[in-house]
């Protein structure tokens, strides 16, 4: 009698092992499987794509659709003013402010380009109107904030789809 229940044991026989090891791997094969390329095809289908693929004026429309402001070419009613200018003896500067008619020296003009788009960010996620000369537009300086902004953007939509399969029921493989 106690050899017949010794087959029933875990790994006591070599026919008992290998059917454990065919469940272990159809209990594997059942579990939702949550992988970075299922988290990437969501995103693509909600309109999102890989920051580093994003060309610029898709970053920015899809910053205008979040956000609501508007980047505009003329003077007209904006909230603030991007652009450059050049002084009285010949230097060029970069010009930050909220009112194109009052500059304050001290806080809205940059002697050096790498710091006067600062501010940009606030103001497009504020959903303000913002003037930005074309030229400005291609500089590295505006291009690095909507990038910045577009991949914090992208990185909290990224964690919202990876939770909501979660909550579907999907988990990431346990090594």
Same mark, same amino acid.
């Given at each position: 009698?106690? +050899?017949?229940?010794?087959?029933?044991?875990? !790994?006591?026989?070599?026919?008992? @092992?290998?059917?454990? /090891?065919? #469940?272990?791997?159809?209990? $594997?094969? @059942?579990?939702?499987?949550?992988?970075? +390329?299922?988290?990437?095809? *969501?995103?693509?289908? $909600? !309109?999102? @794509?890989?920051?580093?693929?994003?060309?610029? =004026?898709?970053?920015?429309?899809?910053?205008?659709?979040? %956000? !609501?402001?508007?980047?505009? $070419?003329?003077?007209?009613?904006?909230?603030?003013?991007?652009?450059?200018?050049?002084?009285?003896?010949?230097?060029?500067?970069?010009?930050?402010?909220? *009112?194109?008619? *009052?500059?304050?020296?001290? =806080?809205?003009?940059?002697?050096? /380009?790498?710091?006067?788009? +600062?501010?940009?960010?606030?103001? #497009? *996620?504020? !959903?303000?109107?913002?003037?930005?000369?074309?030229?400005?537009?291609?500089?590295?300086?505006?291009?690095?904030?909507?990038?910045?902004? %577009?991949? +914090?953007?992208?990185?909290?939509?990224?964690?919202?789809?990876?939770?909501?399969?979660?909550? =579907?029921?999907?988990?990431?493989?346990?090594?």
């Amino acid at each position: 009698m106690e +050899e017949d229940i010794s087959k029933f044991q875990v !790994g006591s026989t070599p026919i008992m @092992s290998t059917k454990l /090891n065919k #469940l272990n791997k159809l209990n $594997k094969m @059942s579990k939702k499987l949550l992988t970075e +390329e299922l988290i990437q095809e *969501r995103l693509e289908d $909600k !309109g999102w @794509s890989v920051p580093h693929e994003t060309h610029q =004026e898709d970053r920015i429309l899809a910053l205008e659709l979040e %956000y !609501g402001f508007n980047i505009v $070419k003329d003077w007209q009613n904006c909230d603030a003013y991007f652009y450059t200018d050049t002084t009285a003896d010949d230097y060029e500067i970069w010009i930050a402010t909220e *009112r194109e008619d *009052r500059i304050h020296v001290n =806080e809205d003009v940059y002697y050096y /380009n790498n710091q006067w788009f +600062e501010k940009l960010a606030d103001y #497009l *996620r504020d !959903g303000c109107t913002v003037y930005i000369d074309s030229y400005t537009q291609d500089e590295y300086g505006f291009e690095e904030v909507i990038e910045a902004m %577009y991949e +914090e953007l992208y990185m909290e939509a990224y964690e919202e789809i990876e939770n909501e399969l979660i909550d =579907e029921g999907y988990e990431y493989e346990k090594e």
